[in-house]
């Protein structure tokens, strides 16, 4: 699972999500990518789940690229619980995505086989996505 080696503080605040992508919005390394098309936490294991995903259908073709860390903490009270006595324990590990941030890349392998594999992982985030490709996100798709 992917979390940071060490973190200067535990907990974070929540934070607004507001306004699109400043970096990460074009694809840069492959041929093809999975664009956000709006905000969202993902986790860790819907990180790794879409990866599986992405490197299952391609069968070891090509190379795929995670674009996103989740290095944001996600605290949770116990169940049942009440209200007070502080924050919760860190539950999970999240990645804050915003509009037009390029998740996975795909490269090194036929168009189909490329959009089949990101169709798959869209399915696995909790978030709406696209599949785009540097030709199409050049044009100011």
Known sequence: MLM?????????MRGRMKG???????V?????GLKALECGYLSARQIEAARRAIVHEMKRRGKVW???FPDKPYTKRAAETRMGKGKGNVDHWVAV????????EVGGT?????QKALQRARFK????SKVVNKVTLGEGS
């Open 125 to 128: 985030l909790g978030i709406q």
């Open 110 to 114: 036929d168009a189909e086989s490329a």
């Open 20 to 26: 699109k992508a400043l970096r990460g919005a074009d």
């Open 28 to 32: 840069s390394f492959g041929e093809y």
């Open 66 to 68: 995670v674009r996103v």
């Open 4 to 12: 940071p080696k060490r973190v200067k503080y535990r907990k974070q």
């Open 97 to 104: 995505i915003r509009p037009g941030r390029v998740m996975f």
